[in-house]
């Protein structure tokens, strides 16, 4: 988010803060979603393959199944988060709307999760819209769903495959290295003490 909204130099200027504040938890909600929706089509297909049931396993059936319920499942997740942060900020005022948006936007960790998830999420709902059009192995006259569900659904697991990739990929910050530069910070805070 760091690369749409500005981030003011203190937080009691930052610009936009509920805006920031609330795509940021729509967006978490998504993705949360997502995964629990996931759960059951998953669950079910590793059963079934562990089990090793006479019937062939379709995988068009598998995919649409785990499309779908990660469609339903990050559209709850965002209704859950849009409650959530309604009732965590009803009384709040101002400057902790302020502080907590200029918070997320200093944070380097964030707003690479925040490009990856986006960008898979991009993908993957353009994936699935080429997928399921006419003719094609998750189209509608296959799986009897609507093409929306399906982009929905390639969205949704392409956030959550984003986080993955965020989780893999991201090095956790060296707690040392951020406590020198804490203190070389407030070592250049302290008055000289130099004489007139």
């Not at 530069?181 to 407030?186: E, N, S």
Request: with cysteine.
């Amino acid at each position: 988010m760091a690369m749409i909204f500005p981030h003011a130099v203190y937080a009691e200027d930052q610009p936009y803060p509920r805006t920031i504040l609330t795509i940021h938890c729509l967006h978490r909600g998504f993705t949360a979603g997502a995964i629990l929706g996931m759960l059951p089509p998953l669950e079910r297909h590793i059963f079934s393959t562990i089990l090793r049931r006479p019937s062939p396993v379709n995988h068009t059936s598998f995919i649409s199944r785990l499309l779908a319920s990660a469609a339903v499942g990050s559209l709850g997740g965002i209704i859950l988060l849009a409650f959530g942060m309604t009732a965590r900020m009803w009384d709040c005022e101002e400057i902790e709307w302020k502080d907590r948006s200029w918070r997320l936007l200093a944070n380097n960790t964030q707003n690479a999760e925040d490009g990856n998830s986006s960008t898979f999420i991009i993908a993957g709902a353009l994936t699935s819209a080429f997928a399921s059009g006419r003719g094609h192995f998750l189209a509608k006259e296959f799986t009897g769903l609507p093409r929306s569900r399906m982009i929905v659904g390639g969205a949704a697991l392409g956030s959550v495959m984003g986080t993955i990739y965020h989780l893999l990929t991201t090095t956790p910050p060296n707690e040392e290295g951020v406590e020198e530069k804490v203190t070389a910070g407030l070592e250049g805070l302290k008055p000289s003490s130099s004489t007139t």
